[in-house]
């Protein structure tokens, strides 16, 4: 930080040079050509037209005079050099129709003109000297004017190695071996928390000061003391609960002593035309409920496979979001992780039939289940049933099951 406010101060004195300096010599630079160029122009534009004016002259006298000269030979009169005579020509004062006059307006036209190209060529060349001078001045002046710039310049750039390789000489001294860095690293937090925790000891220290302080202006302490201490015990959390045995291990819930019975069936549902049969984990439990659970077709379980195989299969692995899945744009989203530990069909026993059909084949059981109607067959007190099929994968399977629906009944 003292590094880089000594290079912002130098910075900012190379600012305020250039500024007050360099920048106001150049714009008086600016001022002085501006003004040099303005009258070097000006008196360029005048010659021209003066040129110009004159070459006109010549072009007009010579219309006049071959006019003049034309008329004369084509028409032969006696008319006397006093006379007035209409013409036409541009040089012709107070109605002078003299072939000599015209003429003499014509000569003194070229002489004007080759006079005034000879004057005006040497004060075009004089102007032209004059601009290579100021031309010249301006590059000198704005060279010396840059080199001062860019010597203060190189002075700046050259401190600034000065003021870079102390940091660079620390930055290249700390140490980089990760145990160093993580005791580092552990110091500092712990001296954070150090600090957070005297924060919080004072600030707690402080709240008991006003509690004390309102206690003490309280009328009925011991009213006061009694609800303190009951909204003590009746805090949120689990200051109540008894301790957890270190050696507690959570177990399958196909462990629960809720469950009679669970294993990995095929079922078919006789809702539609034509049924198919789903690979199912089908659990029977105490409260007299049957429920099936979809398998994932890409899990691989088959009937006949374990219950704690199929179980595994409905929970999704855990996938949390790395820096990797960040940068590439795959952070899982949509679908939620217990999507297959919903049921997909739950029948309750104790509404429900169980039969044998010998005509569907061997090792397998119909349920039929009384649903409430809804809608107008509600109002006609109507009944209606949903049947499933379970097909199991041996004839010693299905009397157990057989047996285990019959004691959830």
Not at 41 to 49: K, N, Q
Not at 242 to 269: C, G, Q, T, W
Not at 347 to 369: A, C, H, P, Q, Y
Not at 384 to 409: D, I, Q
């Amino acid at each position: 930080l003292e590094s880089q406010g000594a290079m912002a101060d130098r910075f900012h004195e190379n600012i305020n040079f250039v500024r007050e300096v360099s920048l106001k010599k150049l714009t008086q630079l600016k001022q002085e050509l501006e003004s040099e160029i303005y009258i070097i122009t000006m008196l360029g534009d005048a010659i021209v037209e003066e040129l110009e004016r004159a070459e006109q002259d010549v072009q007009d006298a010579w219309s006049a005079y071959y006019t003049m000269t034309h008329r004369t030979f084509d028409t032969c009169t006696n008319a006397s050099p006093g006379r007035k005579r209409t013409f036409p020509g541009s040089f012709t004062p107070d109605g002078i129709s003299d072939v000599w006059v015209v003429e003499m307006h014509y000569r003194m036209s070229v002489a004007y003109l080759t006079t005034t190209w000879e004057q005006s060529s040497t004060e075009l060349s004089k102007l032209f000297q004059s601009m290579k001078e100021v031309e010249c001045n301006r590059r000198f002046r704005l060279r010396e004017l840059l080199l001062v710039h860019m010597q203060r310049q190189e002075r700046l750039w050259c401190s600034i190695p000065a003021l870079i390789t102390p940091v660079v000489k620390d930055l290249m001294d700390r140490p980089t071996d990760i145990p160093t860095v993580e005791r580092e690293v552990q110091n500092h937090i712990r001296s954070r928390a150090g600090e957070i925790k005297r924060e919080k000891d004072n600030s707690d220290a402080k709240e008991q000061l006003v509690e004390h302080e309102k206690r003490k202006s309280s009328v009925v302490s011991n009213k006061a003391k009694t609800s303190k201490a009951g909204k003590k015990n009746a805090g949120p959390g689990l200051t109540c609960a008894e301790e957890l045995d270190p050696n507690y291990e959570l177990v399958s819930p196909l462990m629960s002593d809720l469950l009679l019975k669970a294993d990995v069936v095929e079922r078919k549902s006789d809702k539609g035309i034509i049924g198919l049969w789903k690979t199912t984990l089908v659990i029977a439990t105490s409260d007299s409920f049957l429920h099936f659970f979809d398998i994932p077709p890409s899990s691989g379980v088959r009937p006949g496979s374990a219950a704690e195989v199929a179980f595994q299969a409905l929970v999704p692995p855990i996938a949390v979001p790395s820096e990797d899945m960040i940068k590439n744009g795959k952070v899982m989203c949509g679908k939620s992780w217990f999507e297959y530990l919903i049921p997909a069909d739950s029948i309750s026993l104790k509404r429900s039939t169980i039969s044998l059909n010998e005509t569907k084949g061997d090792s397998i059981f119909e349920v039929t289940e009384s649903v409430d109607s809804q809608g107008a067959a509600k109002i006609f007190n109507m009944k209606s049933t949903r049947k499933f099929s379970v097909r199991l994968f041996s004839n010693h399977e299905m009397v157990s099951w057989l047996l285990a629906l019959g004691m959830a009944t």
